[in-house]
């Protein structure tokens, strides 16, 4: 079947340690894959999936990412006394060995690789692997923060290699910077490393000014590494979903990757000892839903972090309830992202609970330009000189994220208390006069796939959270000039509100979109856009006024959180 979720766990992985007394390390347990599994099993997720067993990685496999020295070294570890384990454990920060590691960290790489040949083959569509130890912290020739071999690196090395993916994006939501990605892929652009990490200007571990936002990759990889430091404690749902919706999403889009991997690290999760955050673990079921419709569903998630093995356990089950196709569950209380508003609890809940999306009527269709990642991101590090780097990552990020939609003129529709009425277009129309009624216009027209994913991504999906609708409608007017992969990516990411209530009006005289449609409401993944690889950078910047226009209604729309404290 193209439909499964591959589930990979071996209790193998569970049978090792720490030996002796580390404060550093004596969070990371056995428990933690044990209890993520028993999860699994209770709520009847694993029946559902198909139980793919891991195997070991070769030395060759290993070789992809790490040194000959290195992995030498570790070999001889299942022979060490307990003293000779401690020396070599002194080595790196944070990490320790035990004579079960090296089989359990070949494991953990075989266990990658074997879900990357499942979702490569088409044996299925996703998977997801639980695996000890994690992988994203280890380097060439260092273990460090509790992982040996780096899983994922090496997994994306071999989808290149084996399964000839010419682009991968790593999305890394565990709560600490994957520093051992970063080095793996930093001057690599067929790899694209996204991500997100408490910070603290450098005070938390693993303490490296290589983890601040301004490392964005080198030579031909400069745009291709993405990091978004926490510098509080404490985020919440509504961050992580606008780091999602402005930062990540719309440069995934445009490198249109052949595979996505996720360093599924819960320590990000409410309760985590680590990470100190507040987003919740129904948090996970959007954001892997979210990079469902990149690359076809080719989705891998291979566990990382996660210490508290309550949030652990119930983020799990959402990342891979969502892997299987089921409806999203509704995100409550999403305050403004990073400041926490002034918004009570009653005035949320005074906010009605339908919503209608309109995207029609689109005349002008021409093609549209993005700005390419590469040159917008290469500007935050070789930017202008008077501008603190602050200022110029920001500039960088309003530029790529900027698409023209000058704001539609149109007649105030007063009985929109119940409904949130988006119409896009490619008229313009009435100046908006109504927090509930939002007319965008893309100047070149809805038939410009970039100018539309980006309205989407960055103004619809934000919109559509704060609101948190009850139902989704959705039509497209005759001669909208949206095209059907397009329109099947719409459908798709608007399939994560309303616990997946989406009710789509077809014209009568679009029956060839009739089977497309039906697919995506069916759960098919949305066939990947690739006409994004090949345009050039767009040219307006209205879709960023509107932005900063529509911020005053709709906190959402706020893309400077990751700048706070
Ligand atoms: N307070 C992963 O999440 N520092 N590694 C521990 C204890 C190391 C985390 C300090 C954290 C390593 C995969
Ligand atoms: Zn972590």
Redesign the pocket.
């Known amino acids: 079947s193209t439909m499964g979720t591959a589930l990979i766990y071996d209790e193998e992985m569970t049978k090792y340690k720490l030996l002796w007394v580390d404060?550093?390390c004596k969070?990371e347990v056995p428990e933690r894959l044990s209890v993520s599994y028993q999860a699994l099993v209770r709520t009847g997720l694993s029946d559902r999936c198909v139980a793919v067993p891991p195997r070991e990685a070769s030395d060759a496999e290993i070789l992809l990412v790490h040194s000959e020295e290195y992995l030498e070294g570790v070999k001889k570890t299942p022979h060490m006394t307990l003293e000779d384990l401690k020396e070599f454990t002194l080595q790196y920060g944070?990490v320790y060995f035990h004579p079960n590691i090296y089989h359990c960290a070949k494991l953990a790489a075989g266990s990658a690789l074997q879900l990357v040949d499942s979702v490569m083959t088409g044996t299925v569509r996703n998977g997801m692997a639980l695996v000890r130890p994690?992988g994203?912290?280890s380097m060439r020739s260092a273990a460090s923060?509790?992982?040996v071999f780096n899983n994922v690196a090496i997994a994306a090395r071999y989808a290149k290699q084996k399964h000839g993916a010419k682009r991968v994006l790593i999305v890394d939501w565990?709560i600490?910077h994957g520093q051992g990605v970063q080095y793996c892929f930093e001057d690599d652009p067929s790899v694209l490393y996204f991500s997100w990490h408490r910070y603290e200007h450098q005070k938390f571990?693993p303490n490296l000014r290589e983890s601040d936002y301004d490392s964005v990759g080198k030579g031909s990889g400069a745009g291709f590494n993405i990091n978004v430091p926490w510098n509080k404690v404490g985020m919440e749902n509504s961050d992580y979903l606008s780091a999602f919706c402005h930062v990540l999403l719309p440069v995934a889009y445009e490198f249109c990757p052949d595979l996505v991997l996720v360093c599924a690290?819960f320590?990000s999760a409410v309760g985590d000892p680590?990470g100190e955050m507040c987003a919740t673990p129904d948090i996970f079921a959007h954001l892997t839903h979210l990079l469902m419709n990149l690359a076809g569903g080719k989705l891998c998630a291979v566990l990382?972090?996660g210490y508290n093995l309550t949030s652990l356990a119930q983020s799990v089950c959402q990342t891979v309830q969502t892997l299987l196709g089921d409806p999203l569950p509704r995100l409550a209380n999403l305050g403004s992202p990073c400041e926490r508003s002034g918004q009570t609890q009653t005035e949320r809940c005074r906010k009605s609970r339908n919503v209608f999306l309109l995207p029609g009527n689109y005349a002008l269709l021409r093609p549209y330009l993005s700005h390419e990642m590469k040159t917008s991101v290469e500007f935050a590090a070789t930017g202008n000189s008077d501008l603190s780097p602050t200022a110029l990552f920001t500039k960088a990020l309003q530029k790529r994220l900027s698409a023209g939609i000058p704001i539609l003129l149109r007649k105030k529709i007063s009985v929109l208390r119940k409904m949130l009425v988006v119409q896009i277009s490619g008229e313009d129309k009435e100046e908006q006069k109504c927090k509930y009624y939002i007319p965008m216009c893309l100047k070149k027209g809805c038939g410009d796939t970039v100018g539309f994913i980006q309205a989407v991504l960055g103004l619809l999906l934000p919109l559509g959270y704060e609101y948190d609708p009850g139902l989704v409608l959705l039509s497209r007017m005759p001669g909208s000039g949206v095209g059907d992969c397009t329109w099947q990516q719409l459908i798709g990411l608007l399939k994560g509100f309303a616990k997946g209530h989406t009710l789509v009006l077809m014209q009568t005289n679009d029956g060839a979109c009739m089977g497309p449609t039906a697919s995506v409401l069916l759960g098919h993944p949305a066939p990947p856009l690739q006409e994004l690889l090949t345009r050039l950078p767009d040219d307006g910047d209205a879709l960023e006024r509107m932005r900063e226009r529509l911020q005053a209604d709709w906190k959402m729309l706020e893309t400077l959180f990751f700048l706070h404290g």
């Open positions: 404060p550093a969070i944070d994690p994203h912290h923060g509790f992982c565990d600490h571990w690290g320590d680590e990382e972090g």
